[in-house]
């Protein structure tokens, strides 16, 4: 029996999972640390050792033998196209499987949450980016520009936020807010913050840890945390709303799917954000995602004449 293996690896994780012949929904899963990144050096070296530690036991666990294709969907790839590249050769020559397909996470979770259909998928982690596909093929990525220069409304951008706002208030120079103990609690003192943050190789995701905190205390009616969400939410509107915008021609209703570890945060940022995309004058049809980014790897591991299609590295038959 065959089976199709879907990968979804990032900074933060690995998951897979197997979809045996016929079967709605993956028979076996396994999860593992992250890697480094396509970008950073011996990025495809090291993003394939991190994907066999997870994808090897899987398959022996599931007494799987031959994988009749495998799918996977990896930040960088558009930065780092060769990288990608020498990723899928390394998992072609690693894994039983006559081909391989690498797309970036972008693409794999807009092929996940709409079902392989054309419109923009916003995701909010850590980060923040909008994949928008159009009927026709194209493409059109809008953020997703790291911590520094964009992910606007993201877990870190919230987190930062957040933590700014708390050390205004120590200081005296902002409004008090429940933020100013929540940062106490979580991290310490504003120079235990400070040294914290100068320490670790990834404050972004050291600052997304606190984006639940900010959704904590607005929940709590903190006047500051209340306008930090809305901040947030109006930054993921503009960045849904620039992507369809750029598909407005190509498809109408534009279908919108929001997914990501930020949507975690409920009501609180999903219902402000949902009233500045149901204000924005585009026509919209935002609707729940109907799969994940696994869901989308696994689509995208056979080749077909689909929107994705030109968007895929492909290795093997």
């Known amino acids: 029996m065959t089976a199709v293996l879907a990968i979804d690896v990032g900074r933060t994780g690995c998951r897979a999972a197997l979809w045996r012949d016929g ?14 990144g396509l970008t950073a050096p011996d990025g495809a070296a090291v993003a394939a050792e991190a994907i066999l530690v997870v994808v090897e036991p899987l398959l022996k666990q599931s007494g799987i033998v031959t994988l009749e294709a495998v799918g996977l969907g990896t930040p960088g790839v558009f930065a780092a196209e060769p990288a ?6 390394r998992l072609l020559s690693s894994l039983p ?11 794999t979770s807009h092929a996940g949450a709409l079902a392989g259909a054309p419109g923009v998928v916003l995701a909010a982690g850590t980060g923040a980016v909008a994949a928008a596909i159009g009927d026709n ?31 205004r208030a120590a200081d005296g120079r902002g409004p008090h807010t429940a933020l100013e103990q929540a940062a106490e609690t979580q991290f310490g003192s504003p120079e235990e ?32 945390a209340l306008a930090l969400m809305q901040a947030a939410a109006t930054a ?13 021609h190509d498809v109408d209703p534009i279908a919108v799917a929001i997914v990501g570890g930020l949507t975690k945060l409920g009501p609180v940022l999903l219902e402000p954000l949902r009233a500045v995309l149901q204000d924005s004058g585009v026509p919209l049809d935002v609707r729940p995602a109907q799969g994940t980014a696994l869901d989308g790897a696994r689509r995208l591991a056979r080749p077909h004449h689909h929107i994705h299609e030109p968007l895929v590295i492909r290795a093997g038959k």
């Open 23 to 36: 079967e709605a929904v993956p028979t076996n899963t396994a999860e593992g640390k992250g890697t480094v």
């Open 236 to 248: 993921l509107a503009s960045t849904v709303i620039a992507g369809a915008r750029a598909l407005a």
């Open 193 to 224: 913050r400070v040294a914290q943050l100068y320490a670790v190789d990834n404050p972004a995701r050291l600052a997304a840890g606190f984006a639940p905190a900010v959704g904590q205390a607005a929940a709590a009616k903190d006047a500051v």
């Open 137 to 167: 093929g194209q493409f059109h990525r809008i953020d997703g520009w790291g911590p520094w220069l964009g992910d606007e409304g993201s877990g870190a951008w919230l987190g930062f936020a957040g933590l700014r706002a708390a050390m």
């Open 97 to 107: 499987t006559p081909s391989v397909a690498i797309a970036s996470d972008a693409v």
């Open 84 to 89: 990608a590249r020498e990723l899928a050769e």
